[in-house]
């Protein structure tokens, strides 16, 4: 359909170009014609015809893909103006429009049709010649009388020129975008993969070990085997959990709308829950989707860390971008704590949120630092890089979110 429509708009283009083309041609030598209404009337059928083409491309673009019906339809009024005009300058001006549409509409292969206006227009600039004698005018007016049936040659290779190149860069469009949706779909099956193996995949994995040792157990240790019952329930509930949570992070951010409109609405629905005031300070930045992601997630669960440890009365977060990064920070006013050298260390202290943020900074290319000391809050900055177009706007908004 896309291909229709296309193609549609060169050829109403051209029908345009043409009927301004003979309009001002006409109106430039109708003082030098001896029956005025021999062009008014060849201007009439010009315009009554380019108008119930153009409304047939507009409603019905897929018409065109019968090229040569119209075509030939063109031909029916081209006939008509050299007649009424007698082979004035309209009907040379038609003939060039119609050489062009035929060269738009069948590229290369429009040469035979092309010859045939050029000879047609020969002809009847040679009998123009013929019936106006051998004056000096006409020996003036004879290599430009001869000269003018080439145009038509001349516009339809154009045409046809154009055309392809327009062909080429819509193929070369589509095949861009579709790429991109590839990608981006390919993407979203790998973080999902990464997600559900990391958080449901492993507790149901852990369910499934304790459900196969059931049946031994009752047998023999049915203490053994309640307690294991117990156990294989609190994992489902897990799992439910988890579930739940991928979901809502899922929906969290919203890719059509602005990122840090995003950002503001995390931190506005965190603030009312938490009961903590966040100021946001946000440069209107368009990252990548999967980054997107992972930033909200990053974020929510700072908020939640925020929420859980740090008995905090302020949080600020900024959304910034530095060299071609996209850089977030979330700092509170809390009690804070001393931040470990290694990950190893965060993991053997339970600071297990500090590397699943790490993580998701590294899945997208970038980085997370944590700054903290106890007493003075803490700040936390995850920068990852900006592959997506940046709004040219650069515009700051801030305000406070409070409960």
């Keep these: 359909m896309s291909w229709f429509v296309a193609y549609a708009a060169v050829s109403r283009a051209l029908l345009l170009g043409r009927l301004t083309l003979t309009f001002a041609a006409v109106g430039v030598g109708v003082g030098l014609v001896n029956d005025f209404w021999q062009s008014l009337s060849s201007l009439a059928l ?9 409304t047939v491309l507009s409603r019905w673009p897929t018409a065109i893909r019968w090229r040569l019906c119209v075509i030939a339809v063109d031909v029916v009024p081209m006939i008509g103006v050299l007649l009424l005009s007698r082979g004035g300058v309209a009907y040379f001006c038609y003939a ?40 000096a005018a006409t020996s003036i007016a004879a290599p430009f009388m001869l000269a003018f049936p080439m145009i038509d040659i001349v516009c339809g290779i154009a ?51 304790a459900a ?11 203490d053994l085997a309640e307690q294991l019952a117990a ?36 931190c506005r629905a965190w603030s009312s829950s938490a009961g903590i005031p966040v100021r946001v300070t946000a440069t ?24 859980r440890h740090a008995s905090a009365s302020l949080v600020q977060v900024d959304l910034n971008q530095p060299e071609r990064h996209v850089e977030l920070t979330i700092r509170d006013n809390g ?14 202290s339970g600071n297990f949120g500090i590397i699943g943020m790490t993580e998701r900074a590294q899945a997208v290319g970038g980085t997370l630092r944590v700054d903290s000391t106890t007493g003075a809050g803490t700040r936390l900055v995850a920068r990852v890089p900006l592959t997506a177009d940046v709004d040219p706007a650069v515009s700051r908004y801030g305000q406070v979110v409070s409960p």
Aim: charged fraction near 15%; avoid cysteine.
């Design 46 to 54: 010009i315009a009554g015809t380019t108008i119930v083409q153009l």
């Design 96 to 135: 060039a429009g119609h050489a062009a549409l035929a060269g738009a509409l069948l590229g290369v292969r429009g040469l035979p049709l092309w010859i045939a206006d050029a000879g047609l227009g020969l002809a009847v600039a040679t009998e123009l010649l013929r019936a106006g004698g051998s004056g």
């Design 159 to 209: 045409a046809a020129v154009v055309t392809a190149a327009l062909a080429r860069y819509i193929d070369a469009s589509v095949a861009a975008v579709t790429a991109v949706q590839h990608s981006t779909a390919a993407s979203e099956r790998t973080r999902l993969a990464r997600e559900l193996h990391d958080s449901v995949a492993k507790t149901l994995r852990g369910v499934s070990f």
């Design 212 to 222: 196969v040792a059931l049946p031994s157990l009752l047998r023999r240790q049915p």
């Design 231 to 266: 156990t294989v329930s609190e994992g489902a509930n897990a799992a439910v959990r988890e579930a739940r949570e991928l979901l809502a992070g899922l929906r969290r951010d919203a890719p059509d709308q602005p990122f840090p409109d995003v950002v503001q609405g995390i």
């Design 284 to 307: 209107a930045v368009n990252p990548p989707v999967a980054a997107r992601y992972e930033l909200t997630q990053i974020l929510n669960e700072a908020l939640q860390n925020v929420a």
């Design 335 to 348: 009690s804070g704590f001393t931040v470990p050298g290694e990950l190893t260390e965060l993991s053997a």
